[in-house]
C-alpha cells in the first residue's frame, strides 16, 4: 500500500520473513555477530504428534523454551493439524534432551536419529 503527500511518500508493507535468512544477511553486513561456534550443539527437527488443540501447542512451546530441556533455540517449522515440528539446536546429546522432553510433556518416544526426533503426546 502506497501514498503520495506533497514531499512525502508513506508505504506500508506486510512481509513474512525466514529468520536464519536475515540473521545470515546481517551477520554478512556485518550488523550482527555470528554466534560462537559450539562443538556441543547439534540441529536438529523435532515433530510432536497428537496435539489435540491449542492447549498442547502452548505447552510445547513452553516445554522447549525450559532451561532443563537442553534446548537452546526452537523455530516452529510446520503446523497442522495433530501436529506441529520445529528446527531446534540441542545442547549436549540429543537423548538427553529427549529423555527431559519425554518427562516434562509425558509424551512417548517415536523416532530418534542424528537429524530428528519424533515424540507422540499421550
Partial sequence: FEIADED????????????????????ELGLVEPPAANPATKRMIL??????GYGDYV???GALKAKESG??????REASPGAAS???VVEGAAATAAEA?????????SHQDDRLLEL???
Fill in 86 to 88: 520445529f528446527d531446534i
Fill in 71 to 76: 534446548i537452546r533455540e526452537a523455530i516452529p
Fill in 47 to 52: 515433530t510432536i504428534r497428537g496435539i489435540r
Fill in 120 to 122: 507422540r503426546l499421550k
Fill in 8 to 27: 512525502i511518500y508513506f508505504v506500508t508493507v506486510r512481509a513474512t520473513v525466514i529468520a536464519n535468512e536475515i540473521r545470515k544477511d546481517l551477520q
Fill in 101 to 109: 522432553l519425554k518427562k516434562r510433556l509425558a509424551a512417548d518416544l
Fill in 59 to 61: 505447552r510445547v512451546k
